[in-house]
């Protein structure tokens, strides 16, 4: 039988069906009706659903996963998991972190990780190689600076990322539209590369929305994986599928 794995996030949600590990197809919804989008893409079996939110789930989606699955876990702070967190207020560490840190943790056991998640917010957490999530930091993610330079100011624009990252050679704005552009970009650029150097050991993951964006201008290697927070979720699924229903 399948796992259903579903990640609501602050803009979109995502799921797909998982069997023995290895993804599906991947469903992007926005909206309101994210029930009503699940009946109708959903066929077959599901054994374990396992859900992470960063908003308040809808109590009907939950009624709804239990009478679709045999297993409904709902991904927190409590969830045991195989990665065990550090972190000294735990009923505020937000399930796409706890994901990503467990899928990180199922790809590259044995190594220190380094995972830098790129959406409405810049989240950088560290992974031990006994998988230990240590914590890590929240800042803003690349579209919120451009909205909040707007927002805050009274004459700057609202500007979009250019659509491919420039050469850090040009990188000095000879207007107003490209000192902001190149102002945000090297700002996440300087941010993400000073927690590189500091972690020189850990392997580096990029996920989220804007991953591919940054990967190319990185001065040393690292993996791209978009879907880090679903491949953890799988992991969890299979990590409980002995457990009873929760």
């Known amino acids: 039988m399948a796992d259903l794995l579903i990640d609501i996030g602050n803009s979109i949600s995502k799921f797909t ?10 469903f992007r919804y926005e909206g309101d009706n994210l029930i009503d989008f699940l009946d109708r893409e959903l066929d077959g079996n599901i054994k374990t659903a396992v859900v992470s939110s960063v908003t308040e789930i809808n109590p009907f989606l939950i009624e709804y996963l239990k009478l679709k699955c045999e297993r409904v876990v709902i991904l927190d702070s409590k969830t045991d998991s195989p990665v065990r967190t550090m972190y000294e207020t735990p009923e505020t560490l937000g399930p796409d972190r706890i994901a990503a840190a467990i899928g990180a943790y199922s790809l590259m056991k044995g190594s220190k990780c380094l ?132």
């Open 17 to 26: 069906v998982s069997e023995n590990g290895k993804l599906g197809d991947i």
């Open 115 to 246: 995972i830098f998640d790129f959406g409405t917010a810049l989240t950088v957490d560290i992974v031990t190689e006994n998988g230990e999530f240590k914590g890590g930091n929240i800042s803003l993610g690349l579209r919120t600076r451009y909205e909040a330079i707007n927002h805050y100011t009274k004459k700057l624009p609202l500007l979009t990322p250019p659509e491919e990252l420039p050469e850090r050679s040009r990188m000095l704005g000879k207007t107003t539209k490209t000192a902001i552009e190149y102002g945000v970009i090297s700002s996440m650029l300087f941010e993400i590369e000073g927690y590189m150097e500091k972690y020189p050991d850990h392997k580096v993951i990029f996920t989220g929305g804007d991953a591919f964006y940054f990967a190319d201008k990185m001065k040393k290697p690292i993996f791209v994986i978009c879907n880090l927070v679903l491949i953890g979720l799988s992991y969890l699924a299979q990590y409980k599928s002995d457990e009873k229903d929760i």
